[in-house]
């Protein structure tokens, strides 16, 4: 059967941990040569195995996406949980992960500072609107372009007075997004409350996961907002490691 060939070149890639050859895979399969070589230069045009010199392969980008979707929330909470803990304590605020899926993006994990000093916001858990949110905003601009059009011609509902609903606005936002690399939502949800976000990026394939910051409107000035946006994206990287770490580890 077709499928069972690729799964087998598939796992042969993966179990060597490294950009293996073309004739490593042929050799640890027992697969005859034409059809090897052939699944191998398919799976590759289709990005489930990437190419990273010509003739050795390595796991694609496409396929850690893919793993990456069908992680269950809890693991993926647990990878990021200690970063979001000490960027709580160290901001003073609420910070929260999400998640993409089913077309739109849901907070699945908040953590706040463990000594509070003075009050925070929550941004409690759930769905959140791909138009008028940080976390949502941020994986929509790194997203493929068919899908931030579904959203800008989909139904924007107002939440206040500074919700986003004129398609134009809001793509000149995604693509300003996409260069800070991190989104903005300011009283756009609820009046008073802003909110920083950050991709969660694994290679170049759009973004899965973000994470954020909120807090009072008060503190979240435009400098703060900037200063925390930037730091966001550093320890979205970091996470993004943790995840690909604790994959690994769940699939040894």
Same mark, same amino acid.
């Given at each position: 059967?077709?499928?069972?060939?690729?799964?087998?070149?598939?796992?042969?890639?993966?179990?060597?941990?490294?950009?293996? !050859?073309?004739?490593?895979? %042929?050799?640890?399969?027992?697969?005859?040569?034409?059809?090897?070589?052939?699944?191998?230069?398919?799976?590759?045009? #289709?990005?489930?195995?990437?190419?990273?010199?010509?003739?050795?392969?390595?796991?694609?980008?496409?396929?850690?996406?893919?793993?990456?979707?069908?992680?269950?929330?809890?693991?993926?909470? %647990?990878?990021?949980?200690?970063?979001?803990?000490?960027?709580?304590?160290?901001?003073?605020?609420?910070?929260?992960?999400?998640?993409?899926? #089913?077309?739109?993006?849901?907070?699945?994990?908040?953590?706040?500072?463990?000594? !509070?000093?003075?009050?925070?916001?929550?941004?409690?858990?759930?769905?959140?609107?791909?138009?008028?949110?940080?976390?949502?905003?941020?994986?929509?601009?790194?997203?493929?372009?068919?899908?931030?059009?579904?959203?800008?011609?989909?139904?924007?509902?107002?939440?206040?007075? #500074?919700?986003?609903?004129?398609?134009?606005?809001?793509?000149?936002?995604?693509?300003?997004?996409?260069?800070?690399?991190?989104?903005?939502?300011?009283?756009?949800?609820?009046?008073?409350?802003?909110?920083?976000? !950050?991709?969660?990026?694994?290679? #170049?394939?759009?973004?899965?996961?973000?994470?954020?910051?909120?807090?009072?409107?008060?503190?979240?000035?435009?400098?703060?907002?900037?200063?925390?946006?930037?730091?966001?994206?550093?320890?979205?990287?970091?996470?993004?490691?943790?995840? %690909?770490?604790?994959?690994?580890?769940?699939?040894?």
């Amino acid at each position: 059967m077709h499928l069972d060939r690729l799964m087998t070149v598939l796992e042969a890639v993966a179990i060597s941990g490294r950009a293996v !050859a073309a004739p490593e895979v %042929q050799l640890a399969t027992g697969l005859p040569r034409p059809t090897c070589y052939r699944l191998l230069q398919s799976m590759a045009e #289709n990005r489930l195995l990437d190419e990273p010199e010509p003739g050795r392969y390595l796991v694609g980008e496409r396929m850690m996406r893919l793993a990456l979707l069908g992680t269950p929330d809890v693991d993926v909470c %647990q990878a990021a949980a200690p970063s979001l803990r000490d960027a709580a304590d160290h901001y003073g605020e609420a910070m929260f992960l999400s998640r993409y899926r #089913n077309k739109g993006v849901e907070i699945i994990h908040v953590e706040v500072p463990g000594d !509070a000093k003075r009050s925070f916001v929550h941004p409690g858990l759930g769905y959140r609107p791909m138009h008028a949110c940080s976390c949502s905003k941020v994986i929509a601009a790194f997203t493929e372009d068919g899908f931030r059009e579904e959203i800008l011609a989909g139904p924007m509902r107002s939440y206040t007075p #500074n919700t986003k609903q004129d398609p134009e606005i809001l793509r000149a936002e995604f693509a300003a997004i996409r260069q800070a690399g991190f989104a903005e939502c300011v009283e756009e949800i609820e009046l008073g409350v802003s909110s920083v976000a !950050a991709p969660i990026r694994i290679g #170049n394939i759009g973004a899965t996961f973000s994470i954020g910051a909120t807090g009072p409107v008060r503190r979240f000035t435009d400098k703060r907002r900037a200063e925390i946006g930037k730091d966001l994206c550093a320890l979205a990287a970091k996470v993004a490691l943790a995840l %690909q770490i604790h994959g690994a580890a769940q699939a040894g």
